[in-house]
Nanobody, 125 residues
Framework: QVQLVESGGGLVQAGESLRLSCAAS????????MGWFRQVPGKEREFVAS????????DYADSVKGRFTISRDNAKSTVYLEMNRLQSEDTAVYSC??????????????????WGQGTQVTVSS
């Protein structure tokens, strides 16, 4: 059984930081690129960041570039999202996903095969 379990979400004030974790099990973690997406009810799912199989390549949405950092620890089968200087606009459910179509990461959610349930991040203004 493949599982991606996010943790680290919560309620913070604008300007503060959070670190999200996504622990993977039931898959060969290092063969997957990993991505983070976020979604607000009533809006389309938004790409946040991705990282390639070995962590050499990263990609970020313009809205988070310079504030968020994606990383992975293949030995721990875990991908992280460090979120700094959070804004109210960052409020969303954040989900991690595993992609093997390219192995480099993708901005398209349809390229990701496995998804976690998500963790809520709420940033007060």
């Amino acid at each position: 059984q493949v599982q991606l379990v996010e943790s680290g979400g919560g309620l913070v004030q604008a300007g503060e930081s959070l670190r999200l974790s996504c622990a993977a099990s039931g898959l060969t973690f290092q063969t997957y690129a990993m991505g983070w997406f976020r979604q607000v009810p009533g809006k389309e799912r938004e790409f946040v960041a991705s990282i390639s199989q070995n962590g050499a390549l990263t990609d970020y949405a313009d809205s988070v570039k310079g504030r968020f950092t994606i990383s992975r620890d293949n030995a721990k089968s875990t991908v992280y999202l460090e979120m700094n200087r959070l804004q109210s606009e960052d409020t969303a459910v954040y989900s991690c996903a595993a992609e093997i179509r390219y192995g480099l990461g993708s901005r398209r959610g349809s390229d990701y095969y496995h998804w976690g349930q998500g963790t809520q991040v709420t940033v007060s203004s």
